[in-house]
């Protein structure tokens, strides 16, 4: 297969990188695209755009290839994929990043770092920027610096026609309202530009682990203690085991407990300050909050989740962690038939309530928690582990249901979540207007392998 002007590299069944070049993060997506588009630049997305096109073929878009529905690869049809295109520039006197399209977070952090900066990223760095940011991007400067959305001056956008688009407020404000929480709907994203702020080089992060069984204490007292912290204090909750990762003694290794992961946006003797109550409580099984590079912390899990394991999700947003809903949570977490099961609880609020609920598309900016169930089993295990460990998901949320809010962060969704979620993820309002934009710049719903807005 050829695409005329293309530099980058077509890949096609038989060729010897066509197996790692169709794998994405979660091993349990195994589709098979015709053609993968490995593009060099803007100039050969918008010629694969063209050509998928013409030949009326499905179009997959691939960022950093992380999202848990394997949206990013498509069976038959094309996957235009950016994951060649990684570079950063930073203008650390504009305080601004320009990062390409297939960059992963640990790209933007590296670059950003050299000069003390960064923006709100994901909190593990093998995260791709793209489809992070387009669903709205939450993270631990999340509370001091709003969402990733919220520090997304422009972007480059390839339209479903195959033109070159810059979106920003004032340009094609429409567009650039929806790429902010509208997903991959819209085209697809070569560059974006951030704004970066002083961080570190050096923060007070890191977890606070408890045993299981002071589960419902510590997440009553972390229910108050959240509530009054400073914006600078990011922290997400992670129920499941103790991970066995180097900086762990071994005999805690796979103990089932929580942690609470703590990351302070200031000075470090302001934030030894806002978590000396946290790590107090009680007595933790291990403490492993300390001064430490911002860059360290952001990579310090990655290899918990790592590439080709077997993922299924379901997530919602919180009302709030009432003793009831703590209940639901304590009882349900530990629960799961594999010790790399989880789940994870971001602390929301801060900057992120405070932004203009219209501003972008990101709709759940008045929630204070969201909780994510991660169900995880290793790609030899069998056909009844996965079952299990998909129904224990499954049932946690159920069990949750007094407690959800009736929304739910777009990029947590997963394969099985339909457009009834999609559609709760957004609200009817936002939908609504996403849709009218949606029919503006792709009509014809060209781009529809991901949470799909259909074109109104
Ligand atoms: C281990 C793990 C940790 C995570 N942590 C966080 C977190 O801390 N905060 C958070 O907010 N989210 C987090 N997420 C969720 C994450 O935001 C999504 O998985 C997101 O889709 C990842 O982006 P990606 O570029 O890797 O996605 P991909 O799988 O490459 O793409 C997913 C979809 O995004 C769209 N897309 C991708 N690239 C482009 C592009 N260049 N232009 C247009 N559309 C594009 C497409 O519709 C595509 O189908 C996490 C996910 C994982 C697996």
Partial sequence: MEIDGFRGQLITAGHTEYDTARAVWNGAVDRRPRLIARCSGTADV???VRFARDH????????????????????????????????????????????????LWGDVDHESQVHGLATTGGIVSHTGVAGLTLGGGIGFLMRTYGLTVDNLLAAEVVTADGSVL?????????????????GGNFGVVTSFRFALHPVGPAVMAGPV???????????????????????????????????????????????????????YAG???????????????????LDLVAPKP?????????????????????????????????AVIADHAYRAG???????MFHMGGTVARVPHDSTAYAGRDVAHNINIDAVWRPDESGEQAAAETAWARRFLHALR??????????????????DRVREAYGDRTYRRLAEVKAKYDPDNAFHHNKNVHPG
């Avoid at 000075?267 to 099984?285: N, S």
């Fill in 209 to 263: 682990f408890w045993a299981a069984d002071d589960t419902t204490d510590v997440l009553r007292f972390y229910r108050d203690f959240a509530a009054e912290a400073p914006d600078e204090l990011g922290t997400v909750v992670r129920l499941g085991t103790v991970p066995p990762l180097p900086v762990v003694p071994e005999d805690l290794h796979w103990r089932p407990a929580l942690a609470v992961v703590c990351c």
């Fill in 166 to 182: 810059r979106a920003s407020a004032d340009d094609h404000p429409d567009l650039f309202w929806a790429l902010r929480g509208g």
């Fill in 402 to 419: 007094p407690h959800r809010v009736g929304s739910v962060y777009v990029n947590f969704l997963d394969s099985d979540d339909g457009t």
């Fill in 294 to 326: 911002y860059v360290a912390h952001q990579c310090s899990t990655d290899d918990t989740v790592p590439h080709g394991w077997h993922y299924y999700w379901k997530s919602t947003d919180l009302t709030g962690l009432c003793d009831d809903a703590i």
């Fill in 338 to 344: 594999s010790p790399r099961s989880y789940a994870v």
């Fill in 56 to 103: 009326d073929l499905e179009i997959a878009v691939r960022g950093g290839g992380h999202n848990v529905a394997g949206t990013a690869v498509c069976d038959e049809g094309v996957v235009i994929d950016l994951s060649s295109m990684r570079a950063v520039w930073v203008d650390p006197a504009g305080r601004t990043a320009r990062v390409q399209g297939g960059a």
């Fill in 46 to 48: 918008a010629a694969a």
């Fill in 267 to 285: 000075a470090v003797q302001d934030g030894e300050r806002a978590v000396r109550a946290l790590r107090r409580f009680r007595t933790p099984l």
